[in-house]
């Protein structure tokens, strides 16, 4: 077997763990990795379709967190553009959680780790 292919986007345990206990309570729920304004720039998870996406967005990827259907990743277009050859990392810390995202009221908050992407990495995934 070869290496893995390369993603834009994974999540920790911990965080995978939180997303399966908001689906349990919420259904299929998505992420939107915010661009900034009230919320700052925190992946935003939302009960899948309650956030509107279009051509104005980027799928980064899907989650695999351990359920039968993924998480789908977006972002917009526009931050996408400053982003690109950044690899995210989805991962949860104690605090307060965004107003608007599913996980404040639990007394945590996903955040963002992320680092370039490498140089193979970006061979297979820019086209």
């Known amino acids: 077997m070869g290496e893995p292919t390369p993603t834009r986007v994974d999540v920790t345990g911990e965080a995978a763990s939180l997303v399966r206990r908001l689906t349990g309570v919420h259904g299929p729920v998505m992420f939107h990795q915010s661009g900034g304004c009230c919320d700052g720039s925190a992946p935003m998870c939302f009960p899948d379709g309650d956030f509107i996406v279009s051509d104005a967005d980027v799928h980064l990827g899907d989650l695999h967190v351990g359920l039968d259907r ?24 104690p605090g307060r ?10 007394g945590v908050r996903f955040i963002v780790r992320s680092r370039m992407l ?3 990495e970006l061979a297979v995934l820019e086209p």
Not at 70 to 92: G, N
Request: hydrophobic share 45%; no cysteine.
């Open 70 to 93: 993924d998480v789908p990743v977006f972002m917009s277009v526009a931050q996408f553009a400053y982003w690109r050859y950044t690899h995210l990392t989805i991962d949860v810390v």
């Open 97 to 106: 959680g965004a107003g608007f995202s599913l996980e404040a009221p639990e």
């Open 118 to 120: 490498t140089e193979p």
